[in-house]
Every structure is written in C-alpha cells, then in structure tokens.
C-alpha cells in the first residue's frame, strides 16, 4: 500500500465520511446558480493572497469615440427633454416625444449587436448612459435600463436560436418592440423558482392548425414595462403530463417569449412603485396557447430558465443598479456641497458646522468608492468576466450605499429637499431608493445568503470541488477526489494561516503592496485582511459546514469582510488609474479607514459569535494578537475631507462626472445651485473684508467704503441667487386637492388665506 492510498483509506475516508453527513447536498436550483457566470477577482481574494499586481495592471474602463459622442448627443439631448417633476405630478409617464426620442437613438439597443441593428456598446458605455440618465431622472433611467438589462434582448444574445436572434433582434433594437421581463409572481418573490405559473405541453390550435406547443397560465406582477410591453419574457415551470417530448413530466424552469398580443394575456394596469412613474404593473396569462417554438432558445432549452436567468444576473447585477447608484451619491454629494456651501444659519454657511461636516465627508467618500467599484466592474464585464459573486457585491454595497447618501443629503439639506415641487433636487432620488434597494435580488437576501455564501463555493480555491466530490455518485471517485483536494486545502490552510500570522504580528509591515503603488500602507492593510479573512471563511466553513446556510449573520459578515476588500481596492486602483492626484488623497485615507472599520467590525462579529470558540481564539492569536484595528478616520481628515465638496474646483469634477446639471434647459434647479455655488465662493473675500470691519450690511458696507460698487453688485447677485436656491415651491390649495374648492364654497377660514397662484414670494421656475 503506498503512502496515498493509506491516507485516502485511513485518514480521508472518515473526514469523508464526517463532511457527507454535515453537508447538505446542493439542490438544483442552487447548482445552476452557482454555475452561473464565472470566478474573477473574487478567486483571488478567497486565495488570501490576491495579486494585487493583476488587478492594478487591469486596464480603466475607457469609451469608444462614438460612445462618447453618443454620451455627448444623445444622452444630453434625452436629459434636456425630461421634466422629472411634471412625470411625477402631471404626465406620470415619459412623455411621448420621449419615448420615440429613446426609440429612434436606439437607447434600447445599447446592448445589441450592431448587425441586428443596434448601438453593439460595451458594457462600460451601457453603465454611463444609465448612470447619466439615471442623474436626469430615476424614470428615464429605468426606462433605458430594463431593455438593455436582465431581459428577452440579453437573454436572446446569449441564448436565442438564430431564427429568434433575426427576427427579435432588429425589432427589439429599434424599439418596435418593447419588452419586460416576467419571473416574479405573488407565491415568488425572493424565491423565484417556487413560482407557481405553469406551461402545459399538448396539442392546440395555432394559425388554424392542430400544433404541439405549450398551454400557460401565470400571474406575475411588479414587472417593469409591463403595461406598455408587446413581447415579455416568461418564466414558468414545464410539465408535459402526456410525455409528448419523451423526457418525463416535470421539466423544469423555462423561458419562453410571448407576444403580449396573444389571446389570453392581459396586461395594461399599472403599479405606482413609491410615485416613481415608470412603467410597472402586473401580467396575467390565462390559458394561454403559443408553439413550442416560442420557448426561448427552442426545444434544447427547456427547463435550462434558472441557468439562463442566473447567467444573465451574473452580468447585469453588475451594470443597471450600481450606475444608477453611482449617479445618486455623485448627485448627493455634489449638490449636498453646494447647499451646505450656499445656505447660512447663524450667519455661518452650514457646511462650515462640524456636525455637517460629518455626513458631507461621507457623501464624497460614497461617490469616489461606489463610482471606483463600478468602473472597474464593468471593466471587467468588458474583458468578458461575468463574475457573479462580484456582481451580486455590487448589487448590494452600491444601492445601500446610494441610500446612506440619499439619507444624509437629505438630513444636511433640511426642509429644502422635503418640500416636494419642481424646486427640488433630491426627491426623486429618495423616493426611488427602495426600489433599488428590492429589485435584482432584495438586499437583505443579497447580503445574508449570497454574498458569502455563494462565494464560500464559487470562488474559495477548493471548496466546489469538495462538495462534488462529496455528491458523486460513484462513492470510490469521490473518496479519491475529496482526497485529493482536501489535502491541497489543508497544505492551503496552513500556508494562510502562515501568511495571517506573518502579516498580523507585524501590524500589516510585512503584506505584500503592488510595486511602486503610491500608497503602499493601505495595500499592505488590504492583503493582511485578506489572509486573515481567508483564515477565518476556512475555519468557519470547517467547523459550520452546511449550517452556515443558516448561520446568516455570520455569512454576511463574512461577506462584508469580502466586499470591503474589493470595494476597497477598487478605491486604490482608482487612485492610480486617475494618475495619483494629489488631492484626492484624503479622500482615499476616509474611504480605507471607514473600510477598514468595517472589516473589522464584521471580523469582531464573526469572532464573537462563531460557535466554535477554539476556532475564534485561534484567529485572534493568530491574525489580530493586539485586537482589531481599525481606527475611525480623525477629525482633522473628515474636515478636509468635506472641504472638498464646499469648493468648485476640478476635483469636484472628478468626483461627479458627466452627471447632467440641467444643461440645454431653459430652467433646472440644478442650473441655479451650480450658478449660486459660483458666485457664492467668488463673493467670498467680499464677505471676509466686512466681517473683518464687523459689518453684516452690504448697503452698510459699500457706504462706509469697506467693499467697491463692483463688489457690492457682486455680493447682490450672489444673494439673489443663493435666495433663489433657498426658495422651495409652494402651490394654490386647487392645484393640491380638489377639496380645497369646497373649502373656499364654505369660505372656510384658511381658503381665505390662500393664495391664487403660485406663491410669488417661491420665486418661480
Ligand atoms: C419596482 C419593482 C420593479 C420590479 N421589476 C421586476 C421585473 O421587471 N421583473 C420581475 O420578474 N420582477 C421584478 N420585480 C420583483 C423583484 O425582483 C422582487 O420584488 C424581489 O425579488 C423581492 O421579492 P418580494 O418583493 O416579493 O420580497 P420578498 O421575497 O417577500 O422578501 C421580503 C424580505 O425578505 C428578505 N428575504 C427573503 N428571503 C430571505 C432569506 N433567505 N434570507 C434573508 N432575507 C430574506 C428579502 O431580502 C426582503 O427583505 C420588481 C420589483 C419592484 C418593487
């Protein structure tokens, strides 16, 4: 017997034996999703030893010429045309010279091919026109996102016969199609494939002829496009009671594409998602007869919908939702500076309290981190990596952190931002943020079960292979298989546990940094978390096993600790891609030292509450043997930090890209805050010289000689229009309710009060 067949026999075959018991086997459902796109940077950072060579190497998401004239023309001129305001309180709908305007610039086709007639963009540009769009108006944002996103164009690209790709393609791209895409029903919402809608296999009448083909019945709901859609895509499970196709009854998940001019489909009412009015409602499909031809991919498809759907999430999570959330937070905290910067309590501009300064530091660090992880996202979509684990980090910390944003703009602008009307800025942003936070995988879900958990198996070095192993049906394969990989998981273990050791005893001195990186502190933290997380998933994993699917909070947390380290070193590479700019570095300090809080917060929660306390011990020894660090960014960095966004300068360009400022609109509230932010800063040594001589006045001021005429006139202008910002909207009782007429019939004493119209003293725009 030689030396491994003695291992595998005697010292493997009851860890085996051990592993199949407390493994839970993996279902269908979960193997497709696990499937489901591929391992990119994730891999390496489950090895605990991430090169961070490669990632810095990575080439920047970069625009084609004529996607960037696209970005210039179109994208601008479809901004100009939204009125986000009268959508919500008049139209509720884009309006129509909208939607041709979409139509006949292809905005629905970014995503397909340029030989079926469409714009044939790259991923990066697809995620700037969302991100852009999605600046101007959460509707119009949505209304480009969906086709271009999760639905029967992608699904046919990757999937569609070539009759399908012929006939859907040119008509999806042009937009004489609109299409939705329908998985969610009332039964299934998170889990999607408990769906209850059903096809039948049997024979009806198509066209006047008896055909095989499929019978449907579904109700699914909350879906976008829906009213307006002429062809969705359904998800649905199969049965073929009668066994017509020879394989069995239950099918499985599959897609078909159903022209919503079918008999039997009904469709047309609409949900109002949080009076963002964009269009959205529930389908029904009631007996429903098409050929089996209209199953998308044709016959060899069938029951593959979970793998198909999963696939396509695999990308799209990484594109729609966190460029929408990049134009949120660059939207916050650029307009966010400008107010705090504008408006003054206690004669003092508010940007100037440190209570303020607080979340407006945490606006710019949101903006640069979600914006630095979207750009190397969708570099890498480009490179043509469809990292599900990466995509589904994306989901989640970009949503939640365009809500952190939205918050906080919202609490610095006060009763600016509550006051609903076309004066405000930030309504819309805050209304639509649930909507983000729910679709594409509800983010309590996303960060609980995913994150981690499907990471642990995708992306951990070994761990997918043990598992298969593990469900082999052929026992002695197996064994021979989980013997071989456990013990490169062991040889593994201890190298990382080395490598924790090494890195945690010299506080982070000797972990790797990528060569002449210009902060080579913040990499070298980086790779010392990142063994000591590798550490921690392997430890967690060997003593929980398959209760670790229950075990949530740890999961999330230990999918915390994964983010960060991606997010995080999406934060440095966008240092160096940007070529080190000198002023953005304190930026970069907040932004690793809030992440590196965070890691070590979700490091202390996991230690505190691993059952296996030998195991949480040992990782303290090992990794952590002077306890977490983790210090909260000073307060000296987080002034600096919130300085940034108080003055007008090329850095705040930076930090806020292409996001649309009201350009080629004859008034846009963001036109006024960009112009009062302007002349507000420029009449600022006007305003020092009077404060000096303690002079609030101007009048009084230009009088006794303490400030020019010019600089009088200045300061006026300033004035007015840091006023005109100020204004909120306020509306005739009519125009409110309708019940305010009765009021006024029975001259109730405040409708003597209103006013006619508009209120004068609002200004108006
Ligand atoms: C505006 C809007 C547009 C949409 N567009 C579409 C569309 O075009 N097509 C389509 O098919 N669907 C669409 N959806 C559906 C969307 O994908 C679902 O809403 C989403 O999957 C969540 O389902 P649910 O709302 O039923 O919540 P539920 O599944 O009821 O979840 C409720 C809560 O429970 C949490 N939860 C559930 N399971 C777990 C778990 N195991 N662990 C921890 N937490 C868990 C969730 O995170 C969530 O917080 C849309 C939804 C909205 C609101």
Redesign the pocket.
């Known amino acids: 017997m030689d030396l491994r067949t003695f291992r595998r026999d005697f010292i493997t075959r009851p860890l085996f034996r051990q592993a199949a018991r407390v493994m839970p086997p993996i279902s269908e459902t979960e193997r497709e999703a696990i499937d489901a796109g591929t391992v990119w940077w994730d891999g390496a950072l489950f090895t605990g030893d991430p090169d961070w060579n490669k990632l810095l190497a990575m080439p920047p998401a970069k625009l084609t010429e004529e996607e960037r004239a696209f970005m210039d023309g179109p994208v601008r001129q479809l901004c100009a045309m939204v009125d986000d305001w009268k959508i919500v309180w008049q139209d509720r709908d884009l309006p129509a010279e909208v939607w041709n305007f979409m139509r006949e610039k292809k905005f629905f086709g970014m995503i397909i091919p340029k030989k079926y007639g469409g714009l044939g963009f790259s991923n990066t540009a697809h995620s700037e026109v969302v991100r852009t769009v999605s600046s101007c108006s959460v509707v119009a944002g949505v209304s480009v996102m969906?086709p271009n996103s999760l639905?029967p164009g992608e699904l046919l690209m990757h999937f569609g016969t070539d009759e399908q790709r012929d006939y859907w393609l040119p008509r999806l791209a042009d937009g004489r199609e609109i299409p939705?895409?329908?998985?969610?029903s009332p039964d299934?919402?998170?889990?999607?494939a408990a769906m209850t809608d059903t096809g039948l296999v049997e024979y009806g009448m198509w066209k006047g002829k008896k055909t095989l083909g499929i019978r449907l019945n579904f109700h699914?709901?909350?879906?976008?496009?829906?009213p307006i859609a002429t062809v969705m895509g359904l998800?649905f499970k199969m049965y073929d009671p009668e066994n017509h196709l020879g394989r069995g009854e239950d099918l499985g998940i599959t897609v078909a594409l159903l022209p919503t001019s079918t008999p039997g489909v009904n469709h047309g009412e609409r949900?109002i998602?949080?009076f963002t009015y964009f269009q959205?409602g529930p389908l029904y499909g009631k007996d429903v007869f098409v050929p089996l031809d209209h199953i998308l991919g044709g016959e060899e498809r069938i029951g593959q919908g979970w793998k198909m759907l999963m696939t396509a999430l695999a990308a799209g999570r990484g594109i729609s939702l966190p460029s929408q959330s990049a134009a949120s937070a660059a939207i916050c905290a650029r307009t966010t500076g400008a107010y705090a910067r504008i408006r003054t309590q206690f004669n003092v501009p508010i940007g100037m309290f440190e209570g303020i300064r607080q979340p407006l530091a945490d606006l710019a660090a949101n903006a640069y981190l979600i914006d630095a992880a979207r750009r190397l996202t969708v570099a890498a979509l480009d490179e043509g990596h469809r990292p599900s684990v990466i995509s589904a980090i994306m989901k989640y910390h970009a949503t939640d952190r365009m809500r952190d944003s939205i918050v906080k703009a919202m609490d610095i602008h006060g009763g600016k931002a509550i006051i609903d009307g076309p004066r405000n800025y930030l309504g819309g942003q805050y209304r639509s943020v649930?909507?983000g936070i729910?679709?594409?995988?509800?983010?309590?879900?996303?960060r609980?079960?995913m994150i981690f958990g499907q990471g642990a198996i995708r992306s951990h070095p070994y761990m997918l292979e043990e598992l298969l192993a593990l469900s082999d049906s052929d026992k002695a394969r197996g064994l021979d298989r989980f013997d071989r990989t456990l013990w490169k998981h062991i040889g593994h273990a201890f190298a990382t546990g080395w490598r924790a050791f090494s890195r945690g005893w010299s506080g982070g001195r000797l972990a790797p940094a990528p060569e002449g990186a210009a902060m080579p502190h913040h990499w070298q933290q980086l790779s010392r978390y990142a063994s000591a997380f590798a550490l921690l998933s392997d430890l967690s994993l060997a003593t929980l096993g398959g209760a670790l699917k229950r075990k949530?909070m740890i999961s999330a947390r230990l999918g915390d600790i994964l983010s960060e380290l991606y997010l995080l070193g999406a934060v440095l590479k966008r240092f160096e891609d940007e070529g080190r700019q000198e002023e953005d570095r304190p930026i970069v300090d907040y932004v690793i030292a809030q992440g590196q809080r965070r890691i070590a917060a979700a490091f202390a929660g996991v230690l505190d509450n691993l059952p296996a306390r030998w195991a949480a011990v040992l990782v303290r020894l090992i990794a952590f043997p002077v306890g977490l660090p983790g210090n909260a960014p000073s307060d000296r960095l987080t002034n600096e930090v919130a300085e940034t966004l108080m003055r007008n300068s090329p850095q705040r360009d930076r930090l806020t890209p292409d996001i649309y400022l009201g350009e080629g609109r004859q008034e846009h509230p963001l036109q006024h805050l960009e112009r009062a932010f302007v002349l507000v800063e420029a009449a600022d040594p006007i305003e020092k010289k009077m404060r000096e001589k303690r002079v609030r006045d101007p009048e009084e001021a230009r009088d006794k000689g303490i400030i020019s005429e010019a600089e009088f006139a200045r300061l006026v202008e300033a004035k007015a229009a840091a006023a005109r910002v100020i204004a909120v909207d306020a509306f005739p009782m009519e125009e409110i309710s309708p019940i305010a007429a009765q009021h006024r019939q029975t001259k109730a004493p405040h409708a003597r009060r209103a006013a006619p119209r508009r209120s004068r003293t609002a200004g108006s725009t």
């Not at 299934?188 to 999607?192: C, F």
């Not at 729910?438 to 996303?446: D, F, H, K, S």
């Open positions: 969906v639905g939705c895409f329908g998985l969610t299934a919402g998170s889990d999607a699914k709901r909350y879906i976008t496009l829906g998800a949900h998602p949080q959205n649930p909507i729910t679709v594409e995988g509800a983010n309590i879900l996303t609980n079960l949530e």
